[in-house]
């Protein structure tokens, strides 16, 4: 008998338009042979699948079920695709686990810190061979922001939100005198934003996920954008970057890139496929961390999907290690 899975996308947050674009793909990709697939779209209030003819069945939140047909709908396990909030930074992990209902992500825990790129990279930067930019954690938007960055920070740096993604809210500052808009920027995206220094270097985004309880490095992706920096248009608008998959390193670094990630994917406890951005430093090739993605992109073009074809593997496939290694993991607790 098929596995029920319940294929969970939309959002509270403006990454809700990128996934559904992921939710799509995966809906039409996975090996429909093994799963009965049902979308479920979660927004402030409104839980729902929608029929074939468009009908909308709300989700019993009691218990995460559907009604169709007069038959009650309940599912083996969930395939997440909800980028940004409740998805990704572990609200839903903690209600699937409260129902004992497994999931395709990290854990409540490990998704609710790695939100937070200010507490990440303070867990990671303990591993060898990895570095961090110094940075500065803004927990409020207080008056001696702007002097305490220009005393303990220099220029260029980055003004991002902390819990954001897509790089929505995202600024290279270049001069001091465009800080206060970029912190006004960020904050208006989050009640915690990052200040971070520019490390100037090639940028790079490495897949990693579990199989049979074995961490697997997918190919890294070269990003070469003609932006400033990976920006939001530079993801999602075609022709803004160039991405070359697998990423021109050399063996060293492709061996050095594989054991940090590996080493990250365990020090997080993470589950199901994340991706880590980094740079590889221009003078001494030093590997450093930007942030974890534990929900990325499934659409046609993501990094995920690129990685995946170019180590020669059906992205179909790759689906069905996700949802059978979820099984698995759930069968030993």
């Known amino acids: 008998m098929k596995k ?26 996975i090996d429909r042979s093994l799963y009965e697939v ?25 218990d995460f079920s559907l009604q169709l047909e007069g038959k009650k709908i309940t599912f083996d396990g969930v395939f997440t695709i909800l980028h940004g909030s ?18 395709t992500t990290c854990d409540q825990l490990t998704s609710a ?65 465009e800080l206060p808009e970029a912190l006004d920027k ?6 915690q934003v990052l200040v971070e220094e520019f490390v100037s270097g090639r940028e790079f985004s490495v897949g990693i996920f579990k199989e049979k309880g074995q961490i697997t490095v997918l190919p890294a992706t070269e990003i070469v954008s003609s932006r400033e920096f ?40 993470c589950k199901g496929a994340v991706r880590i951005d980094y740079f590889l430093q221009e003078e001494t090739g030093a590997f450093y961390f930007i942030e974890i993605n534990t929900v990325p992109g499934q659409t046609e073009t993501s990094l995920i999907s690129q990685q995946v074809r170019s180590m020669g593997m059906e992205v179909s496939h790759f689906y069905t290690l996700l949802i059978e290694e979820m099984f698995a993991a759930a069968s030993k607790k």
């Not at 509270?12 to 338009?17: K, Q």
């Not at 409740?86 to 999931?103: N, R, T, V, W």
């Open 4 to 29: 029920k899975i319940a294929l969970v996308t939309g959002g509270f947050t403006g990454e809700s338009v990128i996934s559904l674009k992921s939710a799509a793909v995966v809906e039409k990709t």
């Open 38 to 62: 049902f979308t479920i779209y979660i927004y402030p209030g409104d839980w729902y699948h929608k029929t074939a003819s468009g009908e909308k069945i709300a989700v019993d939140l009691n």
């Open 86 to 103: 409740p998805g990704e930074d572990g609200k839903l992990a903690g209600y699937f686990d409260l129902l004992g209902i497994p999931y």
């Open 113 to 177: 810190i790695t939100m937070n790129k200010g507490y990440t990279k303070a867990i990671v930067q303990t591993i060898p061979e990895l570095q961090v930019a110094r940075s500065m954690q803004l927990f409020e938007q207080e008056p001696t922001a702007v002097s305490r960055i220009q005393e303990e920070l220099q220029l260029p740096l980055f003004i991002k939100p902390n819990n954001g993604g897509s790089s929505i809210g995202m600024t290279k500052v270049k001069t001091w005198e």
């Open 186 to 191: 960020a904050f208006a995206e989050d009640s």
């Open 230 to 269: 990976f920006d939001y248009e530079a993801k999602y608008v075609p022709g803004v970057c160039e991405e070359i998959t697998p990423g021109r390193m050399n063996s060293e670094e492709v061996a050095r890139v594989e054991r940090i990630a590996k080493k990250v994917y365990a020090v997080l406890n």
